[in-house]
């Protein structure tokens, strides 16, 4: 699988976006995706997830900071997994990164060492 981000950009506080991420691979069905995020001078963090649990269904799940304002939803048709965004936050500004794995994999998905796949990253800023 190989990915690709977009969606990145400017707003004001409160506002909101969506980012993108394209996957190649005939197995992105079934692949575990993430959005992960850097602050300037912070730590990678895990963002959001969307593991595949067996025929169509899929389990999503948040980190702490964006449960409630942010959504992460996959379109198998395209290939793609999105994040849209609400209500951002100054503290939301970051590089995002989408990555993905198989979700065979052991290990808990919300660590970035559990990825080997990622994406080349998306500027996101808020302004207060």
């Known amino acids: 699988v190989q990915l690709q981000a977009s969606g990145g950009g400017s707003v004001q506080a409160g506002g909101s976006l969506r980012l993108s991420c394209a996957a190649s691979?005939?197995?992105?069905?079934?692949?575990?995706m993430a959005w992960f995020r850097q602050a300037p001078g912070k730590e990678r963090e895990f963002v959001a997830g969307?593991?595949?649990?067996?025929?169509?269904?899929?389990?999503?799940d948040y980190a702490d900071s964006v449960q409630g304002r942010f959504t992460i939803s996959r379109d198998s048709a395209k290939n793609t997994v999105y994040l849209q965004m609400y209500s951002l936050k100054p503290e939301d500004t970051a590089v995002y990164y989408c990555?993905?794995?198989?979700?065979?994999?052991?290990?808990?998905?919300?660590?970035?060492?559990?990825?080997?796949?990622w994406g080349q990253g998306t500027q996101v800023t808020v302004s207060s």
């Open positions: 990555a993905a794995r198989p979700s065979s994999n052991g290990g808990s998905y919300r660590l970035q060492d559990n990825y080997d796949t």
């Open positions: 691979g005939r197995t992105f069905s079934t692949y575990t």
């Open positions: 969307i593991r595949w649990t067996g025929g169509r269904t899929y389990y999503a």
